[in-house]
């Protein structure tokens, strides 16, 4: 196949596939560069919004994705007596955003993705520089250890460290510290039902989601210096700052084991770049826009860049016009979210906690507002775009089993 019709795709991560997947389908000739020996991705769950599902709806994986995944929204928010300021529930944000927003473990989406894309498409364990970003009048080139590979196309989707990133726009700052860690774990936790939750603390979150798997997803954040570490164990850490809270978490916490918690520093993009491509190359997800997690929208904005990429392959500057501003206003938007829920002074959080549980007694829509423009985004494709969409129907009710307040 000419090489004009080639694309690569460095990194295999959930903006990545989705790319690929979308190119694939678009009839270009796709390999995924992975730097890791598997793509077993290195993460928990992920939360899915309805804007990337209508996305993931254009490459025929939409209702694959709703059916393995759980509805989110039954619960609310708390504080760390268990105080409710806020409740939710999934058929109210489903009607509010036009579809469910759903959880789900990273690997499963990962594993849906990669089974869309020919194997001989994936390669693992291939650490893959950029040679040349191309032009109109050459090729784009990759740099790996077996030699050099040119491509029409390339999509650098590796991550919040991107190396491409900096070889496009090395006169860009890159990222900077958030100010909080994280910590993630997916267990079991058998015997225990709760309904989903976020509770806010003093510069401290704890989010509990059931899984539809059986499973919970569980994570917290706290305000922490960069780098810093337990001086024992990640779980010992955690019992520490919320070993006191309300339940389920002191049940999460008994049941996780050491080896089960992640901690990672969270770093975002402050200053946003000045394109998403150069030459032949698009850069997507937290390479182009990495943003705090506080709206749970970095892996959606990646789906939503990969589709809107592969409507725009023979005009990248279109692909940056449609794409920056929108992921700059959702990275600053995550950032104020932070602010929000990361604050520390008493009397500021009396305040915030006054002012929420007032509007959700007033006014219970009202706390979707910081949703809308987010979450009822839609692609420039219609759904199903590349061909007859799967069986079902993906306005239909969610499955019994999908209620996060059932925990098995």
């Known amino acids: 196949m000419a090489q004009s019709s080639r694309a690569i795709v460095i990194g295999g991560g959930i903006g990545g596939l989705t790319a690929a997947v979308a190119l694939h389908r678009g009839g270009w000739d796709v390999t995924v560069l992975e730097r890791a020996p598997s793509l077993e991705p290195v993460g928990a769950g992920i939360s899915l919004a309805p804007n990337s599902l209508r996305a ?67 390669r693992t364990g291939v650490a893959a520089t950029l040679a040349d970003p191309g032009d109109t009048d050459r090729p784009a080139r990759v740099a790996t250890a077996d030699g050099e590979l040119e491509a029409g196309l390339v999509v650098a989707a590796d991550g919040i ?28 936790v058998p015997g225990v039902e709760f309904a989903s939750h976020e509770t806010w603390g003093r510069g401290r979150i704890w989010g509990s989601h059931p899984l539809k798997d059986g499973r919970v997803y569980a994570y917290a954040a706290a305000l922490t210096p960069a780098g810093e570490r337990a001086p024992d164990d990640e779980k010992a850490e955690l019992l520490r700052r919320y070993g006191d809270w309300h339940d389920p ?33 698009a850069l997507v997800g937290d390479a182009a826009h990495a ?79 910081g949703f809308a423009g ?26 019994r089993e999908g209620r996060l307040h059932r925990t098995r």
Request: proline share 9%.
């Open 56 to 122: 993931l709806d254009v490459i025929g994986l939409g209702d694959e994705i709703r059916d393995l995944a759980a509805w989110q929204g039954d619960g609310g928010l708390r504080t760390p007596p268990g105080r409710w300021l806020s409740r939710t529930d999934a058929d109210t944000v489903a009607e509010r955003f036009g579809g469910p927003l759903v959880l789900l473990h990273r690997a499963t989406l990962i594993n849906s993705l990669a089974s869309r894309l020919p194997s001989e498409a994936v």
């Open 249 to 281: 978490i002191p049940a999460i916490l008994s049941a996780a084991r050491p080896e089960d918690v992640l901690r990672h520093d969270v770093h975002h993009i402050a200053e946003p770049l000045p394109a998403y491509h150069r030459g032949r190359v």
């Open 291 to 369: 943003m705090p997690p506080t709206l749970g929208q970095g892996g959606n904005q990646a789906i939503e860049d990969a589709v809107v990429l592969a409507g725009h392959t023979d005009d990248l500057a279109a692909y940056t016009a449609a794409r920056l501003p929108r992921t700059t206003a959702v990275a600053r938007q995550a950032v104020k979210v932070a602010r929000l829920n990361m604050m520390t002074g008493r009397a500021g959080i009396a305040v915030r906690n006054g002012v929420i549980a007032a509007l959700f007694k007033a006014a219970p829509q009202m706390l979707l507002k």
């Open 161 to 188: 460290r991107s190396a491409v990133r900096r070889a496009l726009f090395p006169g860009h700052p890159g990222t900077v510290y958030s100010g909080f860690t994280t910590w993630r774990v997916v267990i079991p």
């Open 374 to 399: 987010i979450a009822d985004w839609r692609p420039p494709q219609a759904p199903y775009a590349a061909g007859k969409a799967p069986a079902g129907n993906h306005q239909r009710r969610r499955p």
